[in-house]
């Protein structure tokens, strides 16, 4: 009895988060009967606990990327692994938040949410996790709104919520605030900070947003145009909380923007 | 049908505000919608009074001799007609026969249609085997399977109920088919990622995504349950309505022709009306859905 009691204290206690190793990893779609290749080569490290950022030009293979790491596909050369294993398919520990909320909108919120749970088999046990993934996400009294209720700042709340829900080893990120509107931008990249602080997730965040990047990343993965290979990388050891008007994070987006070819317009 | 389309697609009336600055001063002027402005007669009533006017030359056109009872019976006639039939329970018995035949069909032929859909929308090879052939026999129109019907299940209950469950098969069929496939595939990715199996897929998001469909799916085949119901109880009935029908016919009897012609309207539209209340129930989630 006691040994299972430490058992359970220990599966859901804080976790440092998950090792991601990219390795070698070349990706090709066909389009028109045509390969076309969209990853060359790429390497890629991320450490258990660390916050890396992706940017590059749009259509470069980012979203690919973060496929390949969330098991929707398996890539055409090379291997993924998740803590020294390889990378055979989904799994809720490798939880996605998509550029759109992707909720059900025949589902309520509070269902929407418990989906991850649901499919696990443990909603019984997690009832709890839900009503304080949605108060971490600020939609306490938003339980029984239906997707189609909420503003898209809300919905991509949601879709937050009911990632955290499934306890997320690498938490892995798609643009999510890209369609969201300056204020809440702000106001959630400020939470994604405080929520990879507490739980102690890995986060692997593919955004547009240079700004975002180096306001929230450890490291910045920079992406040359398609076939994406590995261009630079940007370590911003700022210690955290960080300061938006912080001359440092000026500087260092300068370096990216050079980076990114687009230093004549700093 | 064509009426509902007009009335689904005008515009609710809705009173609208709008303030206006003249002078300085703010003035708030309430535009009502046309239909709204009409003055005092309501909404109801107006629509109303075309039928009742139909009817009332229909009864004038009756008593004066005009339209002869061997023609068409007047609205006088079709009530005491009405109440005759339900006095002596032929019209409860015909109705309940009907009634059971069409849902019987529709049970057989829907569920039929909705595994098919299920199987085809699911699996690859469920489609290259199911699609093809559901493609095909859905251009043969089912009442043009009658003489087959008869030789295959005689002239009793079985040819009445196969034909509609051959007519309403197809309509749940497509339906339901194209709503598995038009399931949104960045639903279907999102509950991977949160660990749903293939099963769990399914159940969780591709048949609720293809439950919209499904519905207007219901809704078609319920229509052509009427239709084949009509016709097969052309088939020598000896019980339902299509009996009592053509049993008038021999006796000239066009009150009753009248009463049945009635009842199969009033079951289309109460039938109709449970679809739209099954609609509004399970599908309130949707933003698009207005109410009918
Ligand atoms: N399923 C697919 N089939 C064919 N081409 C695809 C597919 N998915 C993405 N692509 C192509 O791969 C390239 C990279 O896409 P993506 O990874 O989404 O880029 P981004 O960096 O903007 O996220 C694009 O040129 C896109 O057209
Ligand atoms: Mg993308």
Redesign the interface.
Known sequence: MVAAAIRVEATTAPTAGSALHVQDVSHQFKLHGEPLAVLERVNLQVAAGEFVAVLGPSGCGKSTLLRLVAGLEPPSAGRLFIDGELIAGPHPSRVVVFQDPTLYPWRTVWRNVALGPEAQGNLQAKRGRVAEALKLVGLTGFENAYPHQLSGGMAQRVALARALVNDPQLLILDEPLGKLDSLTRIAMQSELVSLWQNAGFTVLLVTHDVEEALFLAQRVIVFSDRPARLKTEIVNALPYPRHRGDPRLAELRHAVLAQLGLDATW | MIAQLIRAAAPKPRGAVVALAANDEMQLITIAPAAARARGVPRLVRRASGPLLLLLLWHVLSVTGLLPDTVLAGPATVLSSTAELLASGELQAAIWTSLYRALTGLLIGGSVGVALATISGLFRLGEDLVDAVMQMLRTVPSIALIPLLIIWFGIGEAPKIALIALATAFPLYINVYAGIRNV?V??V?????????QA?LIR??VL??A?PNALVGLRYSLAVAWLALVFGEQINATAGIGYLMSNAREFFQTQVIVVCLVVYALLGITVDLIVRVLERTLL????AFSGT
Request: aromatic residues 4%; glycine residues 18%; charged residues 20%.
């Open positions: 949104d960045t639903l990715e999102a509950g991977r990622t949160l660990g749903l199996s769990g969780h998001v609720p995504g439950l309130s989630w949707r933003p």
